[in-house]
């Protein structure tokens, strides 16, 4: 079977054609990043605004790479949630046009869902786990482990999730507040790598909620970081900015890393698998193959492209709901929620004010 996946859930305008057997024909990937960075988060009448623009040609490049056409398709699976609620309808509209005028099934995508199938798309060679994994989904709008049974809703349970900030969101307002361009995350994943944590410990605490609880917080360690660079007035140095990328990175990544082994001693699962944007921090990586090394856990890790937003984790996420005989209706709404349990999450929305 191939699928078409349309995913419009935040900044970037995507499209792919995957096989239902997780093989990748085509990927496209449209970011907003430059429109955006000047307000320093994302506005979402802009993100609506530029998906509109942008998804006529990049549905048409994802068909003309993976060269088929709308007739060969089986199917068009579309990102219905989590996201802002004006980006997703440009994409579900999209979706729905192609659908009902070439007489095709449609089929709505949780995005959460989509990121923590990512890691059974095939690029290149790569080997996908078997079920049950522990996820955790570590993203700009997300951050919560998962037991992954099965790729259907029912056989996905939170056991935690971050009570405040998303992990990404958090290296975000970090990166903003120590004055780097957005969105922060790849920067002070870089800069880190050039800093010692140790000359910045005061700046920024742990980043554990309970220690016996499965939950994330990174509010408290942005604020530290916060008050520290409020107190200290004076622009920071060069050296000084490297020390805090350092201190703050190994707080969150020690947080996620120690949650996240805890989850498959729990579970009695020692199988985990990383996704979402974070999941590209250099610092987390390899903190997680060295702890889950050490006990002999299994690790996968999707490659970059399958880890940030993209539509081809949406579309084998949809060819899995179809081969299930699941379609939606063209009534399909958009939902700024996801449909998996148990999200606590506070506020939801957008992941950046401008
Ligand atoms: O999954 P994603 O592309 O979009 C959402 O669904 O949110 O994740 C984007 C997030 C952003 O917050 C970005 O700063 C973060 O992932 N990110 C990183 C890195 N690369 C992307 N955070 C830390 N280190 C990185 N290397
Ligand atoms: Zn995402």
Not at 175 to 189: E, F, N, S, T
């Amino acid at each position: 079977m191939r699928v078409l996946g349309i995913e419009t859930s935040c900044d970037e305008t995507a499209a792919a054609v995957v096989m239902s057997d997780g093989r990748v024909l085509s990927d496209v990937v449209k970011s907003q990043i430059a429109l955006h960075a000047p307000y320093g988060g994302v506005v979402p009448e802009l993100a609506s605004r530029d998906h509109a623009r942008a998804i006529v040609p990049v549905v048409q490049e994802a068909l003309a790479r993976a060269g088929v056409t709308i007739a060969e398709l089986d199917g068009i699976a579309v990102t219905s949630r989590p996201g802002l609620s004006g980006a997703l309808l440009v994409g579900l509209q999209a979706a729905k046009g192609i659908a009902w005028a070439a007489h095709k099934p449609l089929i709505g995508v949780d995005h959460l869902v989509g990121h923590l199938l990512a890691v059974f798309l095939r690029r290149a060679d790569e080997i996908a786990p078997s079920y049950p994994f522990i996820g955790l989904l570590v993203s700009g709008g997300h951050t919560a482990l998962y037991r992954v049974d099965g790729p259907a809703l029912p056989q996905i349970r939170e056991l935690g999730a971050t009570r405040d900030d998303a992990a990404g969101e958090a290296f975000d307002k970090v990166g903003k507040l120590l004055g780097l361009a957005y969105p922060g995350g790849p920067r002070v994943d870089r800069l880190a790598a050039e800093g010692d944590a140790s000359r910045a410990r005061d700046a920024v605490p742990a980043a554990m909620a309970r220690r016996d609880s499965l939950e994330f917080s990174f509010s408290g360690i942005k604020t530290s970081v916060a008050r520290h660079v409020g107190k200290r007035g004076a622009p920071l140095g060069e050296q000084e900015v490297k020390d805090i990328c350092a201190a703050f990175q190994g707080a969150v990544v020690d947080a996620l890393v120690k949650k996240t082994v805890r989850a498959a001693e729990l579970e009695a699962v020692p199988r985990v698998v990383v996704a979402g944007g974070v999941a590209a921090n250099r610092g987390l990586r390899a903190k997680m193959s060295e702890a889950c090394a050490k006990r002999g856990i299994a690790l996968s890790i999707p490659p970059f492209a399958s880890c940030t937003d993209n539509a081809a984790m949406i579309a084998y996420a949809g060819a899995l709901r179809l081969a299930r005989g699941e379609v939606d209706g063209l009534d399909l709404a958009p939902s700024t929620k996801t449909a998996l349990l148990r999200v606590t999450r506070k506020g939801g929305g957008p992941r950046a004010s401008p």
